[in-house]
Structures are given as C-alpha cells and as structure tokens.
C-alpha cells in the first residue's frame, strides 16, 4: 500500500465541496418542491429537469471533483479520464431524476419516497465509483467492502431524509435543512467512500496522459455557477403558484 491524502490542497477543498453540494441541493430541492405545485405537466417536468441537473449535476458530481482535487498519491500524478468523467455526470443526472420524477410527476406515497430516496442514494454512490474509475495514476485502486456498503447506506438514507423534508413540509427552514441533508448525504457518502479507498503503486506502469483535476473542475465550476444561477433566477422571478394551480398528480 502507498500513502496517500485526501487534502492535500487543504481544508478549503473540503468547505468548497460542502458548500458547492449544499448550493446545488437547495436549488434542486427547491425546483423539486415547485415541480408538485405546477399544473402543468411540462412545467413540472421542465422543473424535475432542473432539479436533476442542480442535484445530480452540481450538487453531487461538482462536488465529487472539487474533493478530489485534493487527492494526491504519494510518488504519482493523478489525472482523469474525459469520457468516464462525462459519463459520470450524466449517470448522476439520469438517476437523480428518474428518483425525482417518483414523487414530483406522480402521487407522493410512503413506497415511493423509499423508491426515489433509495434511486438518489444510489446515483450518489454509483456516480461516486464511477468518478473514481476515471482516475489515473501509477497503479490501482482497491477498496474495502465494508466502508463500501456502509457510503451507499449514508447516501439512501441521508437522500431520503432530504426529499422528504421537500416533498412534505414547505417552509423555508425546512428547506435549508432538505439542502443541508442532501449536503450531508453526498459529502458524507463521498468521504465514507474515499475512507475505503487503498492505492497501490505500479512502478513499470507509464505516467498518465489523461486530464489534470484543476484543467476538469475549473470549466465545469463555472458553467454550474451559470446553471446554479439560472435555476435560482427563475425560482424567484416565476413566482410560486398558489395552491388552486396544483395540478392533478398521477396515481
């Protein structure tokens, strides 16, 4: 086994990721919350749409890499693969919405809560492992199985605990706390996570030719400033319908 750090930059990484997945997680928490009250189903999907890319996009892929920016591996460069990257970010999106749409298109019930707390944690913990495929370095990963399944338990119930503040109290304090939990759930999955994580050197192996952390993260923090601020936008210049809009949810 080889030493390695977790922030290595400092502990700015750390309060820069919680503070990125808390932003992301109360935007999309609060366009979740806007999509139940909509009438219209397009609107509500267009707002479901929001949501997944806030949570799934900014909220838990961001801040994945943000994290791994201080990862550093005793002896070795670390870089990252583009496509595993994208991916990773589309998956994250794509389960993050699928849980969403559970309980934002359709009737809000117990099992269906459980079902889209139980898909969110899940695109938490899959687009974590996912991340940490596309990392290169001068050997290879291993991970222990026990810390691996104790992030996936932090990720669903921490996710579940976030959406249910949503979709059943709607104040604003509720809210902060809804943002607060999903933050917790995606930090504290991620370090979980990364407390698993063993590296083992391979001297003979070639220096990666992937991409540097900082050349990935840098772009993509600015365009989700950009989506963040879009989303928060048209949160407070729509205006939020009254009850006498809400649409007829499906059964």
């Known amino acids: 086994m080889t030493d390695m750090q977790q922030m290595s930059m400092g502990v700015w990484t750390l309060l820069l990721a919680c503070a990125t997945s808390f932003a992301g997680a109360l935007i999309g928490l609060s366009c979740a919350a806007r999509a139940r009250l909509e009438r219209g ?7 479901t749409a929001g949501a997944a890319v806030a949570i799934g996009g900014v909220a838990i892929w961001l801040m994945h890499f943000i994290a791994m920016y201080g990862f550093a591996v005793d002896g070795s ?7 595993l990257t994208v991916l990773s970010a589309v998956v994250s999106i794509g389960v993050v919405g699928l849980g969403l749409s559970l309980v934002t298109l359709r009737r809000s019930t117990g099992p269906r809560l459980l079902c889209a707390g139980a898909l969110t944690g899940i695109g938490v913990a899959f687009m974590h492992y996912l991340g940490m495929a596309a990392v290169r370095f001068q050997g290879d990963i291993v991970y222990d199985p026990l810390l691996v399944a104790l992030s996936l338990v932090v990720a669903v119930v921490a996710a579940t605990a976030a ?4 979709m059943v109290v709607r104040t604003t304090a509720a809210r902060l706390g809804a943002g607060a939990a999903m933050a917790v759930a995606v930090t504290g999955m991620h370090y979980t996570g990364m407390a698993a994580v063993h590296v083992v050197m391979i001297p003979a192996r070639s220096v990666p030719a992937a991409v540097d952390g900082f050349d ?14 879009g989303l928060q936008w048209a949160l407070f210049t729509t205006g939020e319908p009254g009850a006498t809009r809400r649409r007829p949810v499906a059964p």
């Open 41 to 47: 189903r397009q609107v509500a999907v267009l707002w």
């Open 163 to 166: 959406l249910w503040f949503t």
């Open 216 to 229: 990935l993260v840098f772009p993509v923090f600015l365009v989700s400033g950009l989506v963040i601020a």
């Open 77 to 83: 460069p670390v870089r990252y693969s583009v496509g």
